[in-house]
């Protein structure tokens, strides 16, 4: 059974960094789509980053140059990071990890355009960042 658990999430001023972790397990696949979203109440989810099993990545335009999305791990176990630096107030969300378990290069690109990654979501970790 597929299973993602997020961690690293907390509250820091504007300015700082924090750093998000999602482990996944029961995979036994070699290629997948991995990403990051963010949802603040009353508004739509936001796909925020995307990684693929050759390591392309993607960002939305409001986090390039401040995020940086990367994975590591063995076969069944991956780990999935987001390093968020510079954040801002507007940063500030329930943050989700995703992973499209089935995805192969051939179905498409590995981009939140694209409707991916969608399959598998975490629990949440919330992300505070004040002024």
């Known amino acids: 059974q597929v299973r993602l658990v997020e961690s690293g999430g907390g509250s820091v001023q504007a300015g700082g960094s924090l750093r998000l972790s999602c482990a996944i397990s029961?995979?036994?696949?070699?290629?997948?789509?991995l990403g990051w979203f963010r949802q603040v109440p009353g508004k739509e989810r936001e796909g925020v980053a995307t990684?693929?099993?050759?390591?392309?990545?993607?960002?939305s335009d409001s986090v390039k140059g401040r995020f940086t999305i990367s994975k590591g791990g063995a076969m069944s176990t991956l780990s999935l990071q987001m390093q968020m630096n510079s954040l801002k107030p507007e940063d500030s969300a329930m943050y989700y990890c995703a992973a499209d378990l089935y995805w192969a290069p051939g179905m498409g690109p590995c981009t939140v355009e694209a409707g991916r990654p969608n399959g598998h979501w975490g629990q949440g970790t919330q992300v505070t960042v004040s002024s």
């Open positions: 029961g995979y036994t696949y070699r290629t997948y789509c």
């Open positions: 990684i693929d099993s050759d390591d392309h990545t993607t960002y």
